[in-house]
């Protein structure tokens, strides 16, 4: 089955600064890769998905870029703030979104004011 | 509209006792998974459903395990006899089956904790 990978685990980066968060995924059937949000207490949330036809995809200040041939998709943070601290998944679908989600292990963002 | 409701919110129990995981997806929607959350193991998928139906159940870990959804506003979660090590947050999450967007919508989780 699809395996996916994630870094870093932790990550503090000062606010303002920029973050970004690594996964690679083993099945290259896969053409499915959301990232979602969890804060303390809460289900995760999604923030941003790409799509295997699609190389890059932006929503203000979040960035999503996928490399098919490598097999690896990347989540971009911008201008940093207080409430981007969380932990982040990524994930991976071998068929619709709406099917089997293959979640990364999590990386824990602090911002640093 | 109210989003995903799970209840309890919290459940503490002895091993070997029963233990019932209750989930009401978002209105119209027809896909329903249940995930399980773990240090060790991160974020699992155990099964899921569309319309009603079970689809995949390859991630429940026992036969200790078993899953319902009698109808399309409710499905349970039980697990009988739990264990320690079944001690984890369970988050349902419900979804609609449209092209333009796959989102999965995550409700707040039921921490159970098994001593």
């Known amino acids: 089955g699809e395996n996916v990978e994630q870094h870093p685990s932790t990550l503090s980066v000062q606010e303002g600064d920029s973050a970004v968060i690594k996964c690679t995924y083993s099945d290259s059937a896969s053409n499915y890769f959301p990232w979602y949000k969890q804060e303390l207490g809460k289900g995760p949330q999604l923030i941003i998905d790409i799509r295997s036809n699609v190389g890059e995809k932006k929503d203000q200040r979040i960035a999503v870029t996928l490399n098919k041939t490598a097999k690896h998709f990347s989540l971009h943070i911008t201008e940093t703030q207080p409430e981007d601290s969380a932990v982040y998944f990524c994930a991976a679908s071998i068929g619709f979104g709406n099917e089997k989600l293959t979640f990364g292990t999590g990386t824990r963002l602090t911002i640093i004011p | 509209d109210a989003g995903v409701i799970q209840s309890p919110r919290h459940e503490v129990t002895e091993m070997g006792q029963e233990v019932t995981l209750r989930c009401k997806p978002i209105s119209g929607h027809d896909y329903l998974f249940w995930y399980r959350q773990t240090m060790m193991r991160g974020l699992e998928l155990l099964i899921y459903f569309n319309n009603n139906v079970p689809i995949d159940d390859s991630g429940m870990p026992e036969d200790r395990f078993s899953a319902k959804m009698p109808n399309a506003s409710f499905s349970t979660l039980k697990i009988q006899p739990s264990e320690p090590r079944d001690s984890a947050v369970y988050f349902c999450?419900?979804?609609?089956?449209?092209?333009?967007?796959?989102?999965?919508?995550f409700g707040p989780g039921t921490r159970l904790t098994v001593t």
């Open positions: 999450a419900s979804s609609l089956n449209l092209l333009s967007s796959y989102e999965q919508y």
